[in-house]
């Protein structure tokens, strides 16, 4: 069975018409919510194990926009002295860094819990 070409209209071409490209852009548009007080962050630390024998701590929880995210991610990874990225909305520290994450982002001012491993 062939496919019309109308059937895929998943992307927007060219349009003239200023209501539909109004429309057209609130629905692709994703808000990312304001960033919470770290008082009011609920943050948790998994540690997971990788091939071989390395570990990364993964932090979850972090509710706010992507720039406080990386921010967040590049103070700790400076504080630990090592290095980690941001990914699908977790922080990733290399190596097993549980106990002193959770003391540098209690000082901060975050809720932790230590999950997992």
């Not at 390395?54 to 972090?62: H, M, P, Q, W, Y």
């Amino acid at each position: 069975m062939a496919r019309n070409k109308q059937d895929n209209k998943s992307s927007l071409v060219y349009s003239t018409n200023a209501d539909y490209l109004k429309k057209y852009q609130e629905e692709n548009s994703e808000q990312e919510p304001d960033t919470l007080p770290p008082s009011q962050q609920q943050l948790k630390i998994f540690l997971d194990r990788l091939g071989g024998n390395k570990f990364v701590c993964r932090i979850t929880g972090f509710i706010g926009k992507s720039e406080d995210l990386e921010a967040l991610a590049k103070t700790l990874k400076n504080k630990c002295a090592t290095g980690g990225n941001v990914k699908d909305g977790a922080i990733l520290i290399q190596g097993n860094q549980r106990e002193k994450l959770q003391t540098i982002l209690t000082q901060m001012g975050y809720k932790v819990k230590l999950a997992g491993g």
